[in-house]
């Protein structure tokens, strides 16, 4: 038998769900897209539309970046040509790998972000929610399924939790962005619980399968440890106490204060314990068809199956080189005769011919899904030991080949000053000259675990707070002159997690002093040296930084902390890699989108699709496609005047059902208004003449009318009124 026949991988479900829906999406986004041209959506409005469909304002003016969402980081040699093709045809020829497993591209003109969504589409993509203040990107760990130790593969979970949150109407109301991450085991390296809103790790308790949850942690200016919400739960739970914990911060989370407005501040106020009873009130509100038993329907499908049988051994080699490779880049799998390669992808920046070659060597060693890493690296998994020097020698091709992926000269780096509007300095343009100089510590056994993390400004964004040496983007005014500076960490541990015994937070790393961008990475450098000389044997960075104390870094840095005026040392005054003087150019960061109502972005869809129905009813189309559209803006419309009373649905008979008890019935809307709608839900196709089709038209076209005045009298301060029928 043809073992490639034997070990092929299974068709999956898409992640976007109907792929023809998801274009529709695409074309309602270009619809909006010109009214927002026309001034026709107001600019606050549109920003957090475009944002929840992927798109990031740049630092450059005209051009945006566009962001994908890519549940646990899975990508197939398809979507990898997709990214390809995009990358080439639309943006700067570079794909950007990001820390929450997701690929960004930059530099693409508005009006072409509706081409980049039928490309992600086509290739059973989606930037849906990938930006704005919405449950972002599902992640996991990159081994799960493979990893030695793990009680079952969360791999199944993960994606039916992404399905499951994708479009949900409790995640649209939300005062800021909502993260989820899930693990096999409790190992550091590939458990980031710590670090999220919910953190779900695999358990097996009597020999049932389940989780243990933590929620409200974060990253940010301000690290917060995640809480324990339930030390276990079957693995059942995981979708409906996730939509649960989502309703909690949809109803309680702030939405004014953007400072203060991510999940771990409702936990803090309430504390673990009340927040934990409000989880347990509306989990027990949701309905059997809110539990996402849907989503698991086809679960055994996301389960991995190797293209070529296994290795009879793992290879052995004399050359230097190649076993520091094979020390750093591959991790022997849980399933005997495989290993994961992990691939090292400088600043996380892949080219389209880097692209399309992954993509080839999927189809040729492994036949299946790589998977993005946290630190801006790639996993393939499922290569069969037999063939680990072969899949080397293509990465090598590909300039991808270099060993300590993650480690000594593999930094993790935002793009910063580069293109975000937030960042301070140019975390990429660092990174490169940390290469250079800490080359010279390139075979030393010590080192070359190293993690290295570089953010362009305090947000954390390449999760400096978790390194052994983190930094970040600062500014500072030397006789009245801007000089960039980075602040250092020292000693964080991996995922965030404090060791036993210790107090909350010390998971994350100590912080030591602000240096000179131009002398970081002398200061990096002389760090190094000092690990070499006094750490003790296999002594972890975190363990030393805390054992030296900040006092003995400080002293160590002393010398190149204070800089002189201008004029005696320009390159102080320039960014690293910089020509030009540095200057303090921050705009408004777009992380958090605007204060906007989840009704004022449903009314903005619920105008869409009434042009869309008048321009139907115009060219003559069928009276199914019309009246289709007709009811959609309709529902569009009276799920806004739901989400006044904070009763978010998507599902069309509880929308009619809460729309009839919570409007019609208490004349809260003028019964005629009213009428269009309940009568037009149920209208029979066959009972639709040309009169009454063109009286549908306008009808939906009142009734969203007055969905507007309502949401706007309450907008005014006068309340939800009850209307007077005449």
């Not at 602000?514 to 002398?522: D, R, S």
Request: charged share 25%.
């Amino acid at each position: 038998m043809n073992v490639r026949t034997l070990y092929q991988a299974a068709t999956r479900p898409s992640i976007v769900g109907d792929v023809d829906t998801a274009k529709d999406q695409v074309d309602s986004f270009e619809v909006n897209l010109t009214r927002f041209r026309q001034g026709r959506i107001p600019e606050s409005s549109f920003l957090e539309y475009r944002l929840r469909h992927g798109v990031y304002g740049m630092r450059q003016d005209g051009v945006h970046m566009m962001r994908s969402k890519l549940p646990l980081g899975l990508l197939s040699p398809e979507q990898l040509d997709a990214f390809a093709d995009l990358t080439e045809a639309y943006a700067s020829g570079i794909a950007h790998l990001t820390t929450r497993q997701d690929i960004q591209v930059h530099f693409i003109p508005l009006e072409q972000s509706p081409d980049v969504m039928r490309v992600l589409a086509d290739a059973e993509m989606t930037s849906r929610e990938a930006c704005g203040n919405v449950v972002r990107n599902v992640t996991a760990a990159e081994l799960a399924g493979v990893e030695p130790g793990e009680p079952f593969d969360v791999t199944p979970w993960g994606m039916a939790l992404a399905r499951f949150l994708l479009n949900h109407p409790d995640g649209q109301s939300l005062g800021r962005k909502f993260k989820v991450t899930l693990s096999g085991t409790f190992e550091p390296e590939f458990n980031y619980g710590a670090l999220h809103d919910i953190g779900a790790t695999a358990q097996v308790r009597d020999g049932v399968e389940g989780f243990h949850v933590v929620v409200g942690g974060g990253l940010g200016a301000v690290p917060h440890e995640a809480r324990v919400l339930a030390e276990f739960i079957p693995a059942a739970e995981l979708l409906p106490l996730t939509a649960a914990v989502v309703r909690v911060f949809a109803e309680h989370g702030e939405k004014k204060n953007r400072a203060r407005a991510r999940l771990k501040f409702v936990v803090a106020k309430f504390g673990i314990e009340r927040f934990r009873e409000l989880v347990a009130i509306e989990r027990n509100k949701l309905t059997e068809e809110q539990l996402g038993t849907e989503q698991i329907r086809d679960f055994d499908l996301w389960t991995d199956r190797p293209l070529f049988p296994p290795g009879e051994s793992f290879p052995e080699t004399e050359d230097p080189a190649l076993q520091q490779w094979l020390r750093t880049n591959t991790r022997i799998q849980k399933q005997t005769g495989y290993s994961a390669v992990k691939v090292k992808v400088p600043t996380g920046d892949l080219t389209p011919v880097q692209l399309r070659g992954l993509a080839q060597l999927l189809r040729d060693q492994v036949g299946d899904t790589l998977r993005i890493g946290v630190d801006q690296s790639l996993f393939i998994r499922w290569v069969s030991w037999d063939r680990l020097l072969e899949v080397k020698q293509e990465l090598e091709v590909l300039g991808l080949g270099d060993a300590r992926a993650g480690g000594l000269g593999d930094a993790t780096a935002c793009p910063g000053s580069d293109t975000c509007k937030l960042g301070i300095t140019s975390p990429r343009s660092l990174s490169h000259a940390l290469d250079s100089v800490l080359s010279k510590y390139a075979l030393e056994p010590a080192l070359e675990d190293l993690r290295i993390k570089i953010s362009g400004c305090p947000n954390s964004c390449a999760q400096h707070h978790i390194a052994d040496i983190g930094l970040f983007g600062a500014s500072r005014t030397v006789n009245g002159s801007a000089a960039p500076h980075y602040m250092l960490y020292i000693g964080g541990r991996p995922g965030g997690m404090p060791v036993a015994g210790e107090k909350p937070g010390s998971g994350y790393g100590v912080r030591i002093t602000k240096v000179p961008a131009a002398w970081t990475p002398e200061a990096v450098d002389r760090i190094c040296g000092l690990y070499l000389e006094e750490s003790e044997e296999n002594e972890p960075w975190s363990n030393f930084a805390r054992r030296l104390g900040r006092g003995r870094f400080q002293d160590l840095l002393s010398d190149i902390l204070k800089i002189p005026a201008e004029g005696a040392t320009p390159d102080l005054f320039r960014d690293v890699g910089a020509t030009e003087s540095f200057a303090m150019e921050r705009g408004v960061g777009e992380c958090a989108g605007e204060v906007v109502l989840a009704e004022d972005l449903l009314l903005v869809e619920a105008d869409e699709r009434v042009e869309t129905t008048a321009s139907l009813y115009a060219e003559g189309a069928s009276v199914q496609d019309i009246q289709s559209a007709a009811v959609e803006a309709m529902i569009l419309g009276a799920r806004a005047l739901l989400a006044i009373d904070l009763a978010f649905t998507s599902d069309r008979a509880e929308v009619v059902r809460r729309f009839r008890a919570n409007f019609y019935d208490k004349q809260r809307i003028f019964e005629g208004v009213g009428h269009y709608f309940l009568f037009a839900e149920q209208e029979p196709l066959d009972a639709i003449d040309a009169d009454r089709l063109r009286r549908l038209v306008d009808e939906s076209g009142l009734f969203v009318e007055e969905a507007h005045n309502l949401v706007a009298n309450v907008k005014r301060g006068s309340g939800v009124r009850k209307a007077v029928n005449k």
